[in-house]
């Protein structure tokens, strides 16, 4: 290694062949136009991007070229992308792909080819139960965490009786199911659910039924602009005015950050990530922000940070980029970066770290653009995941 | 208190007249494709598009210039209805002596064309625009908060619905628009200009459009896709209604509204598809639709 | 919908005898066999096998529109119907590929005869209207329908072994075999235009009361067409299930039915190798623009455009002018 220190360009690409230097390709697979271009998109390439020169892959002769691509969200665009990447393309890590059905897809191509695929985006708990694979890190969040954090911890603070608006197709109705059963166990009552069409415009009707219900929390088991739809309508028809508590079971800081907090305030909600925690999250937040157009980190984008800085170094622990050998450094070694601090990757291909339960803030109590959470409660990490066994994954064994 | 089928009757008032309120829009729709259909000939695909326009525009005076939504309410369907009318003349216009199949496809293209500007320059998660402060705040019914605002949108497209009726059935310009569709060439001997007519039904049915667009600003999102499904749902209530008479349209939007309001309560997983179910309904009893004409 | 003379298709307003044409038609068919014989050799054979579905999906389109004079705005229904069902029984049934396929057709097929049913009931735009909103009742029923797997879809289905022998895991082996019923349906749809059920067909798109008059039920021709072209294109969406190992919502949504009549229109409608030109150039398109986002639409909707104004008889049927000779 000390050699390519004086080797100049010609020893450079010389070693490029040789057994030390690493060639890798990440691909960036998100939505870049759709309903989530905002939370994933090019953010999730400026995280990808720093986590490659926060680790100083070019001084330690792992060189690393990113690439990127719009999935539009859809399962087929997804799985199509991806096996060209693999392909024609040689990409060797595929990170971030929101949207649970493109991820699924993803994690299948990925196994099939044998590479890796850490998914920071998307929210289906399938990737690490019975559809988990040995190259697949799910990384920042699912909805059980969501459920849980949101569900549990609502029902200790008072909030007993729910609620729930769902968007009825799969993802809605297995959201709805994970947090009733968290809310059930930790004592709370489920007063009743309404099933809107997805995607809706309309939900004052749904909110009306809500209202009537008399429930404290109204459980919002929706998405993207159906959330934002929903939370808009209930503040025209006063519904938290009137006392009863939203919260979001699945809402990301930029969908906070479109609504306006005049809108949005009082809602609840979990997070894995948020950038006003620690002086060590502001210090790479602002960094970001500063190479994003000023927008803030979103989780997604700090999973795709946190799980490019780990898969770089289990790359150079081990010296390959053999997906089998990459993936068990991955697992053995605990994580540890700036933005989520200490965590595991289980066997099951869960990453898991603390989670946050979050109320937006009203107009007043915000201080400037983008401060926008109170941290209600932080639930830690060997509670805030489904547990291993729960979840069928056959590689737990 | 006596139930209905386990919903109380306040509960129910409350949920009819949010159907009335979704009626509004499916209204002001159909009433401008009719309109479009009665002259023209065409289906109009873009009008979702254009209803999606007309609330673009209203956040662009407030975003770039500074106009409220009052001076919007009139300044974007005017804008909008200009757009339109630039676009009969350069294209639509050119297939009149073809089958109306054609003007549907044309417009289809239109609209992909203009929602897919709109989704490039303003991306897809919606924009905010705030309700009027005048309308802001609701009132207590006792059996539903109802929203200022709501309210406004069902008397404003009531005022908008039967002003355009009485436009068209009452007076001489909706006299002669009534024989041109009937005879044009007949019309242009009595020396009316036939096709600026129609330029103009174009660009008023597309005004239409975009006034419901600015109604819808406040309350839905502002997004590029906002008109997408929503015009499936407005062609259906068209088929429903038949397009033989402009009453019949506007009856046909607001009680389909009804009937979706409803849906929503007793059977919600329903909901998204029961205008559809009627129209099947509709078109094994009396395929010419309920206010059409036999083909 | 072709009534006036200048919509005719270019096939019937240039006059040569019905022998020559088919032996041109015949030459034409074979360069493009040898030629797709070659094809997955020097190209990537899953984009191949892409617009070879495309192709048969838009030539059964044609068949309605092109040769029956309707416009259906909700094919994307058959397409994406026979895609879940043909997925479906690959993967939770276990059924061998071929057997997969011929449930997702018959699915479709049936799909047809009961929207076919109503929808003819109404003409023109209506019928346009008719379609698509039964379409969309299709999609919402794939949405919340368990087994489709909402937005999920039904991913990875076994691509599985033909007559449960050959293995069509390889994409060269799958290929073929896609190729072959590829080529089998357009042969059939060659075949229906070019007999006498066909010419009454064509009859009654030119002047329905006539062909009335002259003793013809109109509406059980356009029936019968109207589940003809259901059905193939049912085939080609159960097989692009097995392509793509994907049956998605995207099949079943109203772009997709967009989709087919812009490749229709743009090869040329009325045509017999319109839609497979035309299926050719729109696959090309969205793979080597697949990175321009929703840059894709507004080109789509320009072409749409521009065909419409410009283009009306598509890339085929200019060419069939130009050489004189029914394409």
New interface residues.
Partial sequence: MTFSRFALPLGALLLAGAAHAQDIRIGVLND????Y??LAGQGSVVAAQMAVEDFGAEEKGINVSIVS??H?N????A???A??WY??QGVDVIVDVP???AA??VS?ITREKNRIFLDSGAG?TELTGEQCSPNTIHWTYDTYALANGTGGAMVEQGGTSWFFITA????GHSLEEETIAVVEAAGGEVLGT?????????F???L??A??SGADVIGLANA??DT??TV??AA???ITQ?GQDLAGLLIFI??IH???LE?AQGLVLTEAFYWDLNDDTRAWSQRFAERHGGAMPTMVHAGVYSSVLHYLKAVEATGTKEAEAVMAEMKATPTEDPLFGKGEVRADGRKIHDMYLFRVKSPDQSEGPWDYYETIATIPAERAFRPMEEGGCPLVE | MFELLGI?PQ?LF??LL??L??GSFYALLSLGLAVIFGLLNIINFAHGALYMMGAFVAWMLLNYLGIGYWPALILAPLAVGIFGMVIERLMIARLYHLDHLYGLLLTFGLALIIQGLF??EY??????YQ?PTQLAG?QNLGF??L?N??AWVVVASLLVCFGTWFMIEKTRLGALLRAATENPALVGAFGINVPRLITLTYGFGVALAAFAGVLAAP???V?PN?GA??IIVVFAVVVIGGMGSILGSIVTGFGLGLVE?LT??FY??G??VVIFVIMAIVLLVKPAGLFGRAA | MVTGPETAPAGISVPVTATGAARLHLAIFAVALALALAAPFFL?P?FLMKVLCFALFASAFNLLLGYGGLLSFGHAAYFGSASYVAAHAAKVWGLTPELAILLGTGAAAVLGVVFGALAIRRQGIYFAMVTLAFAQMVY?FS??A?FT?????I??VPRGRLFGMISLGPDINLYFFVLAIVVGGLLLIYRIIHSPFGQVLKAIRDNEPRAVSLGYRANRYKLAVFVMSATLAGLAGATKALV???A?L??VYWTMSGEVVLITLLGGMGTVFGPIVGAAIVVTMQNYF??F??WVTVIQGTIFVIGVLLFREGVVGILARWLRRPL
Avoid: W
């Fill in positions: 870049r136009s759709g309903i271009a905002d691509a719009d539009q859809r399962p087929d665009v799985s199509t992308i096996r060209q392909d024609e949207t649970s059905s699924l897809a299948d289906t009825d197709y799969a993802f309404v099933r809107h069409p997805f995607p809706g415009t309309d004052s009707s749904f009306l039924q209202q009537s993207g602009g934002i739809n808009k309508q025209e028809f006063g009137a930029t969908d479109a609504l306006g809108t | 109380p509960a409350g949920q949010l159907g309120i979704n989704r490039n991306g897809i998660s919606g924009l905010p309700i609701g539903m908060f929203p605002y709501r309350i839905y999102s997004n906002m499904d929503l309001g929503r309560v919600p997983e909901s998204a | 990537y899953v919402f949405l919340q368990p797997g909402g937005e999920d879809g991913q990875s793509f190992q994907l998605s995207t099949d697949a990175g986002g929703a």
